[in-house]
């Protein structure tokens, strides 16, 4: 079932995306050579509890962490443990936010120190594909219109979507309908509405598209060993256009 959000509820949506938001801000500095991805755990689900948040993953079908932390060939669903971060690591780190009962999600990439050319183009394509899928996120549009923004543009660059893993509907759960893949047909799908929420989150490597599960049946990674990189925002479609409710202030237009 689809969830058509009030204006009201899409605002209660925004001021939970605003503190998630925040928190991604302060992991730009927090992030570093040494740290764990255990310390990032314990910083964000800190930081969440202490602005009157509940860091909403924990529970979520039995996963019991606050965050994603994904490094290097890991897609997604990354456990926090107690292995330093090396310089060089690029790391997704993905969390979801419970504030006055609106729910928010997103997941930002980040580099551990100093990056390499191939890094730098992951990233910058990953990034950039999750904002054209955000230009198709309007009234009328339909859920293919997103993925085919998001498949032609990565896939031109010379890497891979996902699609294993894919966007989805938000509140009020962080997991509810439609689905939202990154990959598809232009004009195919279900048509967007106002008042609908989705997140938009490209998973992209440098190899293959392909995947292998770990044993503890949540963590993904690459088949081949390559690279993955994820970007995502929670998107309020409305009649003045795409709403980014997880925005960090930097993304300009688009």
Not at 10 to 15: A, G, K, T, Y
Not at 61 to 69: K, L, N, W
Not at 90 to 101: P, R, S, T
């Amino acid at each position: 079932m689809i969830t058509l959000k009030s204006p009201r509820e899409i605002e209660l949506m925004n001021e939970s995306g605003a503190l998630l938001a925040d928190v991604h801000k302060q992991l730009r500095t927090f992030i570093k050579p040494g740290i764990t991805s255990w310390d990032i755990e314990v910083f964000v689900r800190d930081y969440i509890e202490s602005h009157g948040g509940i860091a909403a993953q924990i529970g979520f079908e039995g996963y019991e962490y606050a965050t994603c932390c994904s490094i290097n060939n890991e897609i997604c669903h990354g456990f926090p443990r107690k292995k330093p971060l090396a310089n060089g690591d690029l790391i997704k780190v993905d969390m979801c936010i419970e504030l006055k009962g609106a729910v928010s999600d997103s997941c930002w990439a980040y580099i551990v120190g100093d990056s390499t050319p191939e890094i730098d183009h992951l990233m910058e394509v990953t990034r950039k594909a999750l904002y054209l899928g955000i230009e198709q996120a309007t009234v009328g549009n339909r859920i293919g219109d997103i993925g085919h923004a998001i498949q032609t543009y990565v896939e031109g660059e010379g890497l891979s979507v996902v699609r294993d893993f894919i966007g989805h509907g938000v509140g009020p759960t962080i997991h509810e309908s439609p689905a939202v893949p990154h990959y598809g047909e232009a004009g195919k799908g279900l048509r967007l509405k106002e008042g609908m929420v989705i997140t938009i989150e490209p998973m992209v490597n440098t190899g293959t598209w392909k995947m292998k599960m770990d044993p503890n049946g949540w963590t993904a990674y690459t088949l081949d060993g390559g690279l993955s990189c994820q970007y995502e925002h929670t998107i309020a479609i409305t009649k003045e256009g795409p709403k980014i409710l997880t925005s960090q202030g930097e993304e300009g237009t688009y």
